[in-house]
T-cell receptor, first 114, second 114 residues
Framework: DGGITQSPKYLFRKEGQNVTLSCEQNLNHDAMYWYRQDPGQGLRLIYY???????QKGDIAEGYSVSREKKESFPLTVTSAQKNPTAFYLC?????????????FGPGTRLTVL | GQSLEQPSEVTAVEGAIVQINCTYQTSGFYGLSWYQQHDGGAPTFLSYNALDGLEETGRFSSFLSRSDSYGYLLLQELQMKDSASYFCASRGGNYGGSQGNLIFGKGTKLSVKP
């Protein structure tokens, strides 16, 4: 079955530590995205990548970093510079030029900073 | 700026019809999409309108009026499982690429009561 996987589902981190969230897709999509969701809020774009070895900052990129070395994988690192990292993180993918704005989302990772 | 506005909460009873409105302001316009998200889950794509009018998919319909920068999602024959958050999303112009990335509203939490 094609889809997007994210791991882990729950992640706990101490202040001052970097942590990497995994995102893998086997949909053969060129574009991948990372969103952050806070309670009662919509999805805010952190980073996106339209092609391998290229990525761009979204609205809230400060304190985050990404890489796109393979088409299937788009890991997100939450660095210690991110002031308020506790949130629900969603990874998505899509065809590069979608006809209907459809993005496919992974199950999410809930990050809690202790 | 680019924004989408929708009500924060809506309550309805099982079997009823509910309409969730969305007004948008984007520098360009490439259609209005709707996503459903159950608590703790991943958003899933529901519908897309590129042109004015009504699109029907089973119990769900979506409407767009580009002249009014307005759309809505109509849910008929409500079921308990329809309790979820519903997000409208639009692709703004030239934001991050030739088509731009998706911008999401903050979501409408629908509660279906017995």
């Amino acid at each position: 079955d094609g889809g997007i996987t994210q791991s882990p589902k729950y992640l706990f981190r101490k202040e001052g530590q970097n942590v990497t969230l995994s995102c893998e897709q086997n949909l053969n999509h060129d574009a991948m995205y990372w969103y952050r969701q806070d309670p009662g809020q919509g999805l805010r774009l952190i980073y996106y990548s339209q092609i391998v070895n290229d990525f761009q900052k979204g609205d809230i990129a400060e304190g985050y970093s990404v890489s796109r070395e393979k088409k299937e994988s788009f890991p997100l690192t939450v660095t210690s510079a991110q002031k308020n990292p506790t949130a629900f993180y969603l990874c998505a993918s899509s065809e590069q030029l979608t006809r209907n704005n459809e993005q496919f989302f992974g199950p999410g990772t809930r990050l809690t900073v202790l | 700026g680019q924004s989408l506005e929708q009500p924060s909460e809506v309550t309805a009873v099982e079997g009823a019809i509910v309409q969730i409105n969305c007004t948008y302001q984007t520098s360009g316009f490439y259609g209005l999409s709707w996503y459903q998200q159950h608590d703790g889950g991943a958003p899933t794509f529901l519908s897309y309108n590129a042109l004015d009018g009504l699109e029907e998919t089973g119990r769900f319909s979506s409407f767009l009026s580009r002249s009014d920068s307005y759309g809505y999602l109509l849910l008929q024959e409500l079921q308990m499982k329809d309790s979820a958050s519903y997000f409208c999303a639009s692709r703004g112009g030239n934001y991050g690429g030739s088509q731009g990335n998706l911008i999401f509203g903050k979501g409408t939490k629908l509660s279906v009561k017995p």
